[in-house]
Each structure stands twice: as structure tokens, then as C-alpha cells.
């Protein structure tokens, strides 16, 4: 049975058969006057029939919609098939005449309805290819978000735990030490006290003694008492010893408040960042992804291909040299835009070059053999300063103003995300360390300091970078390891070397999520891959580096590479 006009959607998959009577086969095309579908063979015959050769019968999908048939509620014998333009309502031929419709103008309703028909097919196509696509994308997009909030908050609630038992902690040695402090105290007090009650008592044995001698004295029982007695005005009663009032201790009751209290057990704040808006494509680029274009496809295949190929090469290639004038040696290099490098040494030179080796500008530094700085999106220079514990700027008319004050902790290493702008601060107290991630603006939003179980991930994290899929990967020096994190601060893996120590240093990522690590102890590079698993050792003296301690990778994929011992960076092809 051949399915009803009202049936067949407009996007239909089904299988449609011809409407002519015991024919099965697929309709393919419909008679705009019969209203019917039918297929090849039935259409030539309904074109070849003398009552229906004039007839227009077109392909399926081009066919006019058949009007649902009602009468005329003012003319029952008559149906509906106009519609009035100028009071845009369905009428018959014969309500024309009335007075109601006297000198108006009228279109065949069929005619109306096919043109609409044709605008919400168009619309049906939009929704399907465009809109729903990507509201279903931004549901994906929130789903992501929810997870990624849970997270994070999931490790701002560890992270107060650990506080709080770290500070427990402390209160409790606190209170220990002052309570063997008043013990220490009470016993100087009673040995004071004992000391003045042992003199008090030899006073008073000493007036027993001289009482009986009185009495003694009061009845001599021969002349040599009568000649005592004469000369007891020799007898003298000593004065009552002097003693004094102990002072006691006083306990002064601290001063505190619920909001120092709350300093100390740190608190959540939300950043005052107007939530950005979800980036919705653009009608015509969705249509794009959805029908591209045979060039389109091309350049897509040609890009993939060229992320799909890029891999490691058989062998470093030096690309060229560059000679730093000012430093003593290139403990961590800043690439900027135009050609522009930041180079530091060890004794806190920081100097700008171009790529001919010309000294743009030198800044004296309290920074050493740390990742101390790094160029942002706009292309100015921000630099940690330990000793004032704040992060200074560098606009790029080389203007310097202090930017962030990080408290009481000692920033050494900082990174500008190339992802979103975020920096990134490897920080350090007396104690323990921390990453801490600000927004452009320097406001803070993210602290990283323990791990899933509340512990203390960081000791001396003086080299950080971020990877392509937003770990933070940190070179800790005491640690004598490489600590990565996910963006939401969950410690993911921590990479301690091959067969011997690890000292790292100089720290990047790659476009293929690769991990660089320089280390101090086998005078190498370590490769890693993105999830921590060491891959090969680069940068050794046959490929013409003695003692890589700094490196980065430019926008071309070239390893750029500072050693300690010399003014010189080297840029090699690794990825081909």
C-alpha cells in the first residue's frame, strides 16, 4: 500500500512505491495535477495517456504538495483553492465576488503553498545540518565543562583537607612547645619557693634553740649557768629572713580572628572574569564542514597528512647558530615575536637579541639558574623577581612595571600559555612548593600544591611549561624529577630518569605533545611522550651539544637549545 501525502516526511529514507494500482516499484517521480507518485515506467505511460499527456509530472522530490481538501463553510459547493492577498485568508472562486473581497487581489493557494513549502524544506535542512548539529556540540561542550568542574573542585576540596591537617599540625607543635615551656617555668617557680621555705624552716629551729637556752638560763643550777646567765646579753635574736613573692607567668590569649584564621587555612575566591561566551560556528562554516568543497577536502587531507607524517627524524640536523653578546652562559631562552630572543645566565643577565646576534636590551636580574621568564601573547617579557616576591612586565616600548606580588612565596619560573594566555608559576616557601595559574589580567585562579592524596607535590620547581592538551609540566630540582599535572591540577605522572638520577633542568612540549627535558646528570635531553614514557635521549656531543640546559621549540618545529658553558643557541631539526 502506497503511503499517504501526510505521511512522507520530507528527509524520508523509506522505501516509496508507486501509487499505480498492483505496481510496487520505487516511486521516483509525482504528478503535480494527480497528486500521485509513481515510478519510471508508470510515468512514461501516464505521459503517453491521452487524458493525462499535458499533466506535469516532475521528480519526487520537486513535487507540489497536495492542498487538504475542505469546502467552503460560506459555499459548501465549493473548495477552498485561493487565497486573498490582501486579508491573507483561504477562500473559493466564489467568495471572489462578495463584498468582503470586492477589488482584492487573489493567488492560487496551491501556488502559495508549494512556495512554502519550499522555504520550510529549506529551514528543515538548516535544522538538520546546522542548528541541532550544534546545539548537540555545545551539549557536548557543557557535559566536557561539568566534568572538568568536578574535577577541579574535587582537588580544591583536597587541597583544603590537606591545608587544614597541615595546619592542625602546626597548632598542635605549637601547643606542645608552649606547654613544656610553662612546665619549665612552674619548676624554676617551686625551686624558688622550696628554697625560701627551707631558710624559714632553719629560722625557726634556730629560735627553738635559742628558747631553751633562755630557759636554761632561768634556773641555774650552779655558778657556771649563774655566769652564762649574767652574760646573756650577748644573745641575739637574728631578724626574720627575707623572702619574696614569686611572679607568676600571665598567658596573653591570642588575637585572632575568623578571617585570620581563614588566611591561614587559605580560601576559595572567584574570580572576577566575565564568563566568556561559548564560540557558536557560523552558519555558512558549519555548511562548509558538513559539504566541503573538493578543494576543501584537499587542504584538510593535505593538513592532516602533514600532523599524521610529522614524526621523529632519524637524526638532529643543526639549522643555525646564534651567538648571545652579555651572557656568561644560556640557562633558559624566551623566543618572541620578530625575530626577537630573551636569553638569561646564571648570574642574572637578561638579555634581548635579534637573530644577528645584535644586543637589543640588557636588564641586571636577581634570577639565575631558573626558567625566570617568558614572552606573552601581546609579545612583552614577564620576569620573576625572588627577592621582592613579585613577577615584573616588560611592555613591548620596553617599559618595566611590577605586575603581580606573590606574598610570601619565592617565585622562580613562570610560562604564558600559548593556549589561552594563562601564566603559569613555579613558586617556593622555606618548606615546600607550588604552581600558581593567573589570568592575563594577573588575577589569581588556580593553585596546584598536592597530590590525590595531600601531599606535597613540589619542592624547587624552577622550570615550568604547558603541553598541547594543557598539562603542566614542571622540572623540580629537589624533587630530582619531572611532575606533570592535568589542567585541572590532578598529579598524572612523575618521570625520575632512566638508569640514574635525574637533574632537571630546561623544560618544552611539541606539537606532538612530546616532553624535552634537560638533565644536568647525563649532560642530555630526554624525550618523553605525552603520558610520561621515556622515548629517546637527544642532544648528545655527536650531535655537537655538551651541556644542554635550556630549550624550546619555535612555530616552525625547530629545537632551539642553550648549554651552560657557552653564549651560543643552536636550532636543530628533530621532526620531519
Same mark, same amino acid.
Given at each position: 500500500?502506497?503511503?499517504?501525502? $501526510? ?10 512505491? =508507486? ?90 493557494? #496551491? ?9 520550510? !524544506? ?21 557535559? @566536557? ?9 574535587? $582537588? ?8 587544614? #591537617? ?21 619548676? &624554676? +617557680?617551686?625551686?624558688?619557693? !622550696? ?25 641555774? &643550777?650552779?655558778?657556771?649557768? +649563774? ?29 585572632? $580572628? ?5 588566611? %591561614? ?19 555558512? /562554516?558549519?555548511? /562548509? ?21 610529522? =614524526? ?10 646564534? /651567538? ?19 636569553? &638569561?645566565? *646564571? ?7 635579534? %637573530? ?14 631558573? @626558567? ?17 616576591? *613579585?613577577?615584573?612586565?616588560? /611592555? ?34 622555606? #618548606? ?6 593567573? !589570568?592575563?589580567? @594577573? ?10 592524596? @595531600? ?10 611549561? #604547558? ?40 623544560? =618544552?612540549?611539541? *606539537? ?9 646528570? &647525563?649532560?642530555?635531553?630526554? +624525550? ?6 621515556? %622515548?629517546? %635521549? ?39
Amino acid at each position: 500500500m502506497a503511503l499517504s501525502e $501526510s505521511q512522507i516526511p520530507s528527509d524520508a529514507q523509506h522505501y516509496l512505491v =508507486c501509487a499505480t494500482e498492483d505496481c510496487k516499484r520505487n516511486c521516483q517521480f509525482y504528478c503535480n495535477d494527480c497528486h500521485q507518485p509513481m515510478c519510471e515506467q508508470c510515468r512514461d505511460g501516464h505521459q503517453k495517456y491521452k487524458k493525462t499527456q499535458n499533466h506535469e509530472v516532475v521528480p519526487y522530490k520537486l513535487r507540489k504538495r497536495q492542498l487538504p481538501v475542505e469546502k467552503c463553510k460560506i459555499h459548501p459547493t465549493k473548495e477552498i483553492d485561493l487565497l486573498c492577498g490582501e486579508c491573507q485568508i483561504p477562500i473559493c472562486s466564489k467568495c471572489t465576488g462578495t463584498k468582503e473581497h470586492r477589488g482584492h487581489w487573489f493567488t492560487n493557494l #496551491e501556488m502559495v503553498f508549494a512556495e512554502k513549502v519550499s522555504i520550510y !524544506n529549506k529551514e528543515i535542512a538548516n535544522i538538520r545540518s546546522y542548528f541541532e548539529p550544534t546545539s548537540q556540540d555545545l551539549k557536548k561542550e557543557i557535559a @566536557g565543562d561539568v566534568t572538568e568542574i568536578k574535577k577541579v573542585m574535587e $582537588s580544591i576540596r583536597t587541597s583544603m583537607k590537606a591545608e587544614a #591537617e597541615s595546619v592542625k599540625k602546626l597548632v598542635d607543635t605549637l601547643t606542645s612547645d608552649n606547654i613544656e615551656q610553662v612546665h619549665k617555668l612552674e619548676q &624554676s +617557680l617551686l625551686q624558688t619557693l !622550696n628554697g625560701q621555705n627551707q631558710q624559714i624552716d632553719d629560722y625557726i629551729n634556730s629560735l627553738n634553740d635559742l628558747v631553751k637556752t633562755f630557759y636554761g638560763y632561768l634556773s641555774p &643550777s650552779n655558778i657556771e649557768q +649563774l655566769t652564762f646567765a649574767l652574760k646573756s646579753e650577748n644573745l641575739v635574736i637574728r631578724p626574720i629572713p627575707e623572702t619574696s613573692k614569686p611572679v607568676p607567668p600571665i598567658f596573653t590569649v591570642g588575637q585572632y $580572628s575568623q578571617e585570620d584564621v581563614a588566611k %591561614l587555612l587559605g580560601k576559595i575566591t572567584v574570580p572576577n572574569t566575565k564568563p566568556e561566551n561559548r564560540k557558536i560556528k557560523p552558519m555558512e /562554516t558549519a555548511s /562548509t564542514q558538513l559539504k566541503p568543497t573538493g578543494k576543501q577536502r584537499k587542504q584538510d587531507r593535505e593538513k592532516s597528512d602533514v600532523k599524521q607524517t610529522l =614524526c621523529m627524524s632519524s637524526s638532529v640536523t643543526k639549522v643555525r647558530k646564534y /651567538t648571545v653578546p652579555g651572557v656568561d652562559g644560556v640557562f633558559h631562552i624566551s623566543l618572541g615575536k620578530s625575530d626577537r630572543l630573551w636569553v &638569561s645566565d *646564571v648570574y642574572g643577565n637578561l638579555v634581548q637579541t635579534d %637573530l644577528q646576534g645584535n644586543q637589543l636590551q640588557k636588564i641586571q636580574t636577581n634570577g639565575g639558574s631558573d @626558567g625566570y621568564h617568558t614572552v606573552t601573547q601581546d609579545g612583552g617579557l614577564i620576569y620573576t623577581d625572588r627577592e621582592n616576591k *613579585v613577577i615584573n612586565k616588560i /611592555t613591548p616600548d620596553n617599559t618595566i612595571t611590577e605586575f603581580i606580588k606573590t606574598g610570601n612565596w619565592e617565585p622562580l619560573s613562570i610560562h604564558s600559555s600559548h593556549i589561552n594566555g594563562d601564566i603559569l608559576v613555579g613558586m617556593k616557601t622555606d #618548606e615546600e612548593g607550588k604552581v600558581t595559574r593567573y !589570568n592575563k589580567t @594577573g588575577t589569581e585562579i588556580q593553585n596546584i600544591q598536592r597530590d590525590n592524596k @595531600g601531599q606535597p607535590l613540589y619542592k624547587y620547581p624552577h622550570y615550568i611549561t #604547558e603541553n598541547i592538551n594543557g598539562d603542566v609540566c614542571v622540572s623540580d630540582i629537589d624533587k630530582h624529577a619531572v611532575l606533570v599535572v592535568d589542567k585541572s591540577g590532578q598529579h598524572r605522572f612523575s618521570y625520575t630518569g632512566q638508569r640514574s638520577r635525574l637533574d632537571p633542568f630546561g623544560i =618544552c612540549t611539541d *606539537v606532538l605533545g612530546h616532553i624535552l627535558v634537560c638533565d644536568e646528570i &647525563s649532560e642530555k635531553a630526554h +624525550l618523553l611522550n605525552r603520558d610520561g614514557q621515556f %622515548l629517546s %635521549l637527544l642532544l648528545t656531543p655527536q650531535q655537537g651539544v655538551d651541556y644542554p640546559y635550556s630549550v624550546c621549540v619555535d612555530g616552525e618545529n625547530n629545537l632551539w637549545v642553550g648549554e651552560w658553558d657557552t653564549n651560543t643557541v643552536t636550532v636543530y631539526k628533530y621532526l620531519q
